[in-house]
Antibody, heavy 117, light 107 residues
Framework: EVQLVQSGAELKKPGESLKISCKGS????????IAWVRQTPGKGLEWMGI????????TYSPSFQGQVTISVDKSINTAYLQWDTLKASDTAIYFC??????????WGQGTLVTVSS | DIQITQSPSSLSASVGDRVAITCRAS??????FHWYQQKPGKAPQLIVY???TLQSGVPSRFSGSGSGTDATLTITGLQPEDVAIYFC?????????FGQGTKLEIK
């Protein structure tokens, strides 16, 4: 079964750093792009960026460029989303998703990130 | 970036009704419209891709149509389990973007 399993919920303070993960299984991880998607009540689903595990080729949405870092460790079939300095506005649910053609047939369960003092 | 406008933002219909949700792209994107269903507390689930192809396991009451700048998701014979938020997504060019979502409720 093709699966993406994400790391657990996080509660952080403004200014702290954070790295969340997404582990793939049931398919050739290095061959399929992995995207990150943010969900907030106010803005719905926002596509953040995408990485190709085979060579770490990465593209960011202009809205998220410079705000987050997407990376991968293909040796352990895991993609990451990282913040150096969290803000309250980063509070959201973050999903990873495996790309098919231009669509996303497989999603992780989501990671709730709460940033609050 | 290609902008996606989805309508309506909410919809209430009766069991057995036919409902339609539309999506409009700011540029022609061929048939690169994809549709997702999201139930509370769950991740989005792909239901239609490439405009009209039903994802495996999705009931045949769901259908997709359209290309160019406009697409439609139709549910023919609404069921109680169809209560969810529906999103469209463009997969034509990066950054891939989503519509604002349609909240579907049962009357």
């Amino acid at each position: 079964e093709v699966q993406l399993v994400q790391s657990g919920a996080e509660l952080k303070k403004p200014g702290e750093s954070l790295k969340i993960s997404c582990k793939g299984s049931g398919y050739t991880f290095s061959s399929d792009w992995i995207a990150w998607v943010r969900q907030t009540p106010g803005k719905g689903l926002e596509w953040m960026g995408i990485i190709y595990p085979g060579d770490s080729d990465t593209t960011y949405s202009p809205s998220f460029q410079g705000q987050v870092t997407i990376s991968v460790d293909k040796s352990i079939n895991t993609a990451y989303l990282q913040w150096d300095t969290l803000k309250a506005s980063d509070t959201a649910i973050y999903f990873c998703a495996r790309r098919g053609g231009g669509w996303y047939p497989t999603w992780g369960q989501g990671t709730l990130v709460t940033v609050s003092s | 970036d290609i902008q996606i406008t989805q309508s309506p933002s909410s919809l209430s219909a009766s069991v057995g009704d036919r409902v339609a949700i539309t999506c409009r792209a700011s540029l022609p994107i061929s048939s690169s419209f994809h549709w997702y269903q999201q139930k509370p507390g769950k991740a989005p689930q792909l239901i239609v891709y490439a405009g009209s192809t039903l994802q495996s396991g999705v009931p045949s009451r769901f259908s997709g149509s359209g290309s160019g700048t406009d697409a439609t998701l139709t549910i023919t014979g609404l069921q109680p389990e169809d209560v969810a938020i529906y999103f469209c997504q463009q997969g034509f060019s990066l950054p891939h973007g989503f519509g604002q979502g349609t909240k579907l409720e049962i009357k």
